[in-house]
């Protein structure tokens, strides 16, 4: 069942009339082989990308997906933990280099 999350989750997506290209679904799974994440990491990283970025954006999925597998983001709770931890630490050093 496990194995299936991300190909359900790109389904779901289908159903409520976004679809990704095959070129989006390439590049997906390129990245979830280079990162060596898992499916669920794959989809929450696609889940935020989309939601984020209201579009499938390559790069910033790519970072996502490298930085949830180094950090052992494992659910979507943690995941928008970590970008907000990662948001206030950008937003701590821009007002330290201009203040």
């Known amino acids: ?47 935020v990308t989309l939601v984020k970025q209201l579009s ?10 490298e930085s949830f597998v180094q950090e052992g983001v494992r659910s979507k709770k943690r995941a928008y933990e970590w970008l907000d931890h990662l948001q206030s630490s950008r937003e701590m050093n821009q007002s330290c280099i201009v203040g």
Request: aromatic letters at 16%; charged letters at 25%.
């Open 1 to 47: 069942m496990a194995a299936n999350i991300l190909e359900d989750y790109v389904a779901w997506l289908a159903s409520k009339g976004f679809r990704l290209s095959d070129g989006d679904l390439h590049f997906i799974d390129f990245g979830k082989h280079y990162t060596e994440a898992t499916e669920s990491q794959v989809k929450i990283a696609l889940e």
């Open 56 to 65: 499938f954006d390559a790069s910033y999925f790519i970072a996502l997906l």
